[in-house]
Antibody, heavy 118, light 108 residues
Framework: QVQLVQSGAEMKKPGSSVKVSCKAS????????LSWVRQAPGQGLEWMGR????????NYAQTFQGRLTITADESTSTAYMDLSSLRSEDTAVYYC???????????WGQGTLVTVSS | EIVLTQSPGTLSLSPGERATLSCRAS???????LAWYQQKPGQAPRLFIY???SRATGIPDRFGGSGSGTDFTLTISRLEPEDFAVYYC?????????FGPGTKVDIK
């Protein structure tokens, strides 16, 4: 059974960056794809990007190009989502999710609330 | 990108009733790569249906998915108290994967 455990809530100032971690267990980390999905308060779900550790490949949604960096440390089975130039509209819960490789998300982390406020 | 619309926005029903949720895509979803997720307050989404009609592990058979092309449906045959939640459809047939805005099923 795959488990994804994310880092805790963050409070950030506009213009700063945030880095959220997602530690995986229960399967070989390099064997699957990890995506990041966010959800603004009271809103729907938005796919941000994915990392394929085995291939070292990263895909980003157009909306986040230039601001988003997704990385992984295979030695600790941990993925990271780094979002820069934060603005108030980035206030959201950020989820990591195991991705089938084509965008089907079968296991999710518990979510990390990122609040951007001056 | 494929835009998904869901209707109704809110469905108010009583336990034991049948729920029918609709998801419409702006263009055909390839290979019926359409999923449904359930989300409860304060929780992460949970995969319920994939491939338009296949139930994920542990999902009871009162949940059924159908449809193809641009029109998809999630049916809950008899609502149980734990089924009251928000349901999102999602297409993963083309990149980027996109989600609908959700249908809230609440207790009448």
């Amino acid at each position: 059974q795959v488990q994804l455990v994310q880092s805790g809530a963050e409070m950030k100032k506009p213009g700063s960056s945030v880095k959220v971690s997602c530690k995986a267990s229960g399967a070989t980390f390099s064997s699957y794809t990890l995506s990041w999905v966010r959800q603004a308060p009271g809103q729907g779900l938005e796919w941000m990007g994915r990392l394929i550790p085995m291939l070292g490949t990263v895909n980003y949604a157009q909306t986040f190009q230039g601001r988003l960096t997704i990385t992984a440390d295979e030695s600790t089975s941990t993925a990271y989502m780094d979002l820069s130039s934060l603005r108030s509209e980035d206030t959201a819960v950020y989820y990591c999710a195991r991705d089938s490789g084509v965008g089907l998300f079968d296991f999710w982390g518990q979510g990390t609330l990122v609040t951007v406020s001056s | 990108e494929i835009v998904l619309t869901q209707s109704p926005g809110t469905l108010s029903l009583s336990p034991g009733e049948r729920a029918t949720l609709s998801c419409r895509a702006s263009q055909s979803v390839s290979s019926s790569n359409l999923a449904w997720y359930q989300q409860k307050p304060g929780q992460a989404p949970r995969l319920f249906i994939y491939g338009a009609s296949s139930r994920a592990t542990g999902i009871p058979d009162r949940f059924g998915g159908s449809g193809s092309g641009t029109d998809f449906t999630l049916t809950i045959s008899r609502l149980e108290p734990e089924d009251f939640a928000v349901y999102y459809c999602q297409q993963y047939g083309s990149s980027p994967p996109t989600f609908g805005p959700g249908t809230k099923v609440d207790i009448k």
